[in-house]
């Protein structure tokens, strides 16, 4: 099982974590830490995350963070996870639907 994501959401994922940062000295590597976490849970239980209704793509998925507020949009296939956002839960919902589509970024994380 491989957990990849997409270039907008790996962008996502490190602006938050700066902003953390910058707030908080450590807080930022707080996020990051969690968000690790939260990959690592997800590849042993990639169906936790609840389904999203009206997307084309079957099996996009959010898990909401427990600490922080993010979720992570993702998408369940046979080979693994792909991560389309790492959304702050006071955004526009469903900003991330036209990245459904795109091709994953060539970073990965390996279960």
């Known amino acids: 099982m491989k957990l990849t994501l997409l270039d907008a959401a790996e962008q996502e994922m490190m602006d938050a974590a700066e902003r ?12 990051l830490h969690a968000i690790a976490s939260a990959f690592s849970l997800l590849l042993r239980q990639r169906f936790l995350g ?3 209704a009206g997307i084309d793509v079957h ?8 600490r922080f507020p993010y979720s992570l949009i993702y ?4 080979t693994g996870l792909t991560v389309v ?21 060539t970073y990965a ?3």
């Not at 099996?59 to 427990?66: A, F, G, I, K």
């Not at 956002?85 to 970024?105: K, L």
């Open 50 to 52: 609840r389904i999203f």
């Open 59 to 66: 099996d996009t998925r959010e898990y909401v963070m427990p």
């Open 20 to 31: 953390y940062e910058q707030k908080t000295p450590g807080l930022g590597t707080e996020f």
């Open 75 to 78: 998408i369940v296939s046979e």
């Open 85 to 105: 956002a790492v959304s702050h839960q006071h955004r526009r919902r469903g900003y991330w639907q036209n990245r459904v589509q795109e091709q994953p970024a």
């Open 109 to 111: 994380i390996a279960a």
